[in-house]
């Protein structure tokens, strides 16, 4: 298998081969998805949830996102590495510089990943893209504003919603993103907004018409504690191997089986 790069993916949306993305945490279960073929890893701040315990992304630290992306990395070969920008390593672009260069130069990562589309989130994008850190942007249900959103609810419901969250997509492809993450929001927007911008959308809880998939690997072995997010899937559930259920959402991705109409909002 050939290594799958920035500019590989870009070419995979031009020929309408979906990406495969999912989360790892840890060396082992990088492994995992290294010989399922899995495209993307992302080292996931749904780490301070499925493997932290906490109740939310925002207690998760640089230095502890730094550990477990370089825990990833001695996993992988071919797998292309994203790892999350912890909260409010945001906070001016000073700091995404510095979180940036610490995924990069110790965690290993090839790509990091930033939530929303304000204007300090486009001047990080930027800053960080031309010192040659590809980014990856994430919008609509973005997690680390599970305060300001009052929960993890879904985001672009109304036009003027949807309007907004299709404005910040061009907006972040603009700032030099080269990767977009569509989390939690209605079929039809995620549809326009993989239309609308060139690089390649990855969706969770987003439909089947993003150019790619991602789900948090406890989800899809149906260990996180609690109910099942109604995006997710058990791939586990009537398979006898972690690798047969990553195997089997890999396949999934690929044919276009996952998401069905079950996992999906309109
Ligand atoms: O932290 C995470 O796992 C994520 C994905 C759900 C996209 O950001
Ligand atoms: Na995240």
Redesign the pocket.
């Known amino acids: 298998r050939k290594p799958v790069t920035v500019p590989s993916l870009r070419a995979m949306k031009t020929e309408g081969r979906r990406i495969v993305m999912l ?1 790892a945490y840890d060396a082992s279960f990088a492994h995992q998805l290294e010989m399922a073929g899995v495209d993307v890893a ?1 080292v ?4 301070g949830m499925v493997v932290q315990g906490h109740a939310s ?1 925002l207690p998760v630290t640089l230095d502890q996102m730094v550990y477990h992306t370089a825990a990833v990395s001695r996993g992988l070969r071919a797998t292309l590495l994203v790892a ?1 920008l912890p909260f409010m390593s945001d906070r001016d672009t000073a700091h995404a510089l510095e979180a940036g260069a610490r995924l990069v130069g110790e965690g290993n990562a090839a790509m990091v ?1 930033i939530e929303g589309g304000a204007p300090h989130v486009l001047e990080a994008i930027n800053a960080l893209s031309v010192r040659a850190i590809p980014v990856c942007a ?1 919008l609509g249900l973005t ?1 680390q504003s599970v305060h300001k959103f009052g929960g993890f609810r879904i985001q672009g419901r109304e036009e003027a919603a949807a309007a907004r969250v299709l404005d910040e997509a061009r907006a972040v492809e603009a700032a030099g993103a080269e990767l977009l ?1 569509l ?1 939690g929001m209605p079929v039809a927007l995620a549809e326009r907004i993989t239309a609308a911008v060139s690089i390649p959308t990855i969706g ?1 809880g987003a439909g089947p018409h993003c150019d790619g998939q ?1 789900l ?1 690997l406890h989800d899809l072995l149906g260990v996180t504690p609690g109910k099942r997010p109604k995006f997710s899937k058990d791939f586990l559930q009537g398979r006898d191997s972690v690798s047969a259920a990553i195997s089997a959402f890999v396949d999934e991705v690929r044919s276009g089986a996952f998401p069905a109409p079950e996992h999906c909002f309109n």
Do not use: F, N, R
């Not at 996931?44 to 780490?47: E, N, Q, T, V, Y």
């Open positions: 989360t992302l996931g701040d749904s780490l992304t999350d990943k994430h997690p993450v989390e969770i991602v948090v």
